[in-house]
């Protein structure tokens, strides 16, 4: 049972997944408030906003490791995800600070179900890839 790069690549992947998941939720959450009139739109996009960027960035940086260590088919899991967030990103209103979401923009209906929709669709994918991680963590440490 060896230590390599490959199982600490999957060891920081479970933690900062766990991170992703908390950030996922946090976005249903939010989205079911705005579409019960519980908070209103500019709180409520002030405070998604500020996540958008490091929940790009941490998915960002544990598949760099996974390219570094040479987990192709990890990173093949992944690039899916990572080629949608640099197209929502690039597509995003036009505002004046980083984020994706729009307070004008926001209460349209068909916006807000494709926001949420986003977000149970980002968990479960953050759900498999946790226990997907898990598993490569536990083949990378017994086969070395």
């Not at 967030?85 to 307070?103: E, F, K, Q, T």
């Not at 349209?108 to 490569?136: M, P, T």
């Amino acid at each position: 049972m060896a230590f390599t790069f490959a199982a600490f690549s999957y060891i920081c992947a479970l933690v900062l997944d766990a991170f992703l998941i908390f950030f996922s939720i946090f976005h249903i959450i939010a989205f079911d408030e705005l579409k019960t009139d519980y908070k209103n739109p500019i709180d409520q996009c002030s405070s998604l906003n500020p996540l958008v960027l490091p929940e790009y960035f941490i998915h960002i940086f544990f598949n760099l490791m996974f390219l570094f260590a040479g987990e192709w088919f990890t990173l093949m899991f992944n690039i899916p995800l990572i080629a949608y967030h640099i197209h929502r990103y690039l597509n995003r209103p036009v505002m004046s600070g980083a984020g994706l979401y729009d307070p004008t923009n926001i209460m349209n209906q068909d916006v807000l179900s494709k926001c949420q929709r986003e977000g149970w669709i980002k968990l479960a994918f953050y759900l498999l890839s946790f226990f997907f991680y898990l598993y490569g963590m536990i083949r990378s440490l017994i086969s070395s």
